[in-house]
């Protein structure tokens, strides 16, 4: 008699120990970021200075711009554990040492303009290397299950960490809040310590091109050679490129009106910071609804068409937002957004870390975070300078258009528009 084994169920994400610790970890990293940006941001106003205040805002997004791609070669070289663990270990160091210097001594913009450009560099090994983690860590199956657990955890700290930041500045002053941040990052350390990482799987195929890439990539002599090989290798693929095209439109149109834009509409129509706080919590809540969803669910069939749908769909709320004549109503509107616009996002991810070749990923990575946290976020003056000149209206319109210009651009390609996520 022949006996045939049983293959054992693929445990779910949501119940693995190894996801569960990756999780853990994330969490407290990202509640750190938003308790430093918020110390950050009162130590750089306690100077006195507004010019200064805004440079120190500013510094950290100059080296996030030019060293982003090079994080995502560096993960690729040595592993994205390694550099998740060394940047969070730099950060716990520069913070908690900003930290002791405050305790001592008042705020100058000079140490502050250091400290952001440094903790900027940090970041841009620490982003990429942290997008690049859960394929090592997971089943592909599971990936798309963790970019929802990813989204909800990013949800909370940003619920949890802005309101905890502003208490422990007023309580003890952007000092004790740099101590806390700093804190929050050496936690993060045994956990990402404790990680059981995957073996890379083989090549998940594409085109020859692309495999030829990948099997170049082994002779490469240097960073400068990665970092081409891995440009070109997103450039031949049916799937990466289209879908970096999307994204780079979508943040383009997304970005600047639900930031900077939501603070100089609130203003012009008379809300407040009140009126501000609901429509931000609108998009959160609705940004959070998309994330557990795909956290639940697992798996979403047709996602490259549903990514695309929900992106082009997310335009008309953009372009709404800046219509409503009431708080009600715009936080409404930006619950919407945050749904559609989360669940795009989120399927965005998990098709990149499903079609990248593992070889590739932090690079691939890299690109990706690239426009999100460093080259979109140069658009605010122009977007700011915008709304002065034409108001609100028609510069959420433009947004809008080119929001839903992404959505369109990813429904023309055929591999992007029939992308399915691994069973």
């Given amino acids: 008699m022949t006996v045939t084994a049983v293959e054992a169920p693929e445990r779910p994400a949501h119940r693995d120990p190894n996801v569960l610790r990756w999780l853990g970890a994330y969490s407290a990293s990202m509640v750190g970021d938003s308790i430093y940006f918020m110390a950050l941001a009162w130590a750089a106003a306690r100077t006195g200075s507004a010019s200064g205040t805004g440079l120190v805002l500013a510094a950290g997004s100059i080296p996030r711009a030019l060293l982003m791609l090079g994080g995502g070669v560096l993960a690729d070289r040595i592993g994205p554990r390694r550099v998740v663990i060394g940047s969070d270990a730099a950060r716990a160091l520069l913070v908690l040492g900003l930290a002791a210097t405050l305790f001592l001594t008042a705020p100058t913009v000079g140490v502050l303009v250091a400290v ?3 903790f900027g560099a940090v970041d841009a090994l620490f982003l990429p290397a942290v997008g690049a983690l859960p394929p090592r860590i997971s089943t592909p199956g599971q990936l798309g299950r963790i970019q929802g657990l990813r989204g909800l955890a990013a949800r909370g700290a940003s619920i949890v960490g802005a309101p905890l930041g502003g208490f422990v500045v007023a309580t003890g002053g952007p000092a004790l809040a740099f101590a806390a ?3 929050l990052f050496a936690l993060s350390l045994p956990l990402l310590l404790s990680l059981r990482i995957r073996p890379l799987p083989e090549p998940a195929g594409g085109t020859a091109e692309a495999q030829g890439a990948s099997a170049d990539s082994g002779r490469t002599p240097n960073a400068w050679q990665d970092l081409v090989d891995g440009l070109r ?4 693929h049916p799937l990466l490129g289209p879908l970096m095209l999307v994204i780079a439109l979508s943040e ?11 603070i100089l509409l609130s203003d012009q129509r008379g809300w407040g910071a009140a009126g501000m706080g609901w429509i931000v919590a609108g998009f959160a809540s609705g940004a959070a609804g998309s994330a557990l969803l795909l956290a639940v669910r697992g798996r979403v069939p047709r996602a490259g068409l549903v990514m695309c749908l929900t992106a082009l769909v997310g335009a008309t709320g953009i372009a709404a937002l800046a219509q409503v004549p009431s708080v009600a109503l715009a936080a409404a509107a930006a619950a919407f ?3 559609v616009g989360g669940l795009a996002a989120a399927l965005c991810g998990a098709l990149v870390q499903t079609t990248a070749d593992p070889a590739y990923l932090g690079r691939v990575t890299s690109v ?4 999100t946290y460093a080259l979109i976020p140069l658009s605010y003056p122009v977007t700011g300078a915008a709304i002065a000149l034409w108001g609100t209206g028609p510069v959420y319109a433009v947004s809008a258009a080119v929001c839903a210009t992404g959505g369109a651009a990813g429904l023309a390609f055929t591999a992007l528009r029939r992308a399915e996520l691994p069973r």
């Fill in 337 to 339: 957004v945050g749904l």
């Fill in 252 to 262: 383009l149109g997304f970005v600047g009106p639900l930031n900077l834009g939501m």
């Fill in 233 to 236: 290798y997103i450039r031949r």
């Fill in 116 to 118: 952001a450009l440094l």
């Fill in 181 to 183: 941040a700093g804190v």
């Fill in 368 to 371: 990706s975070t690239f426009f």
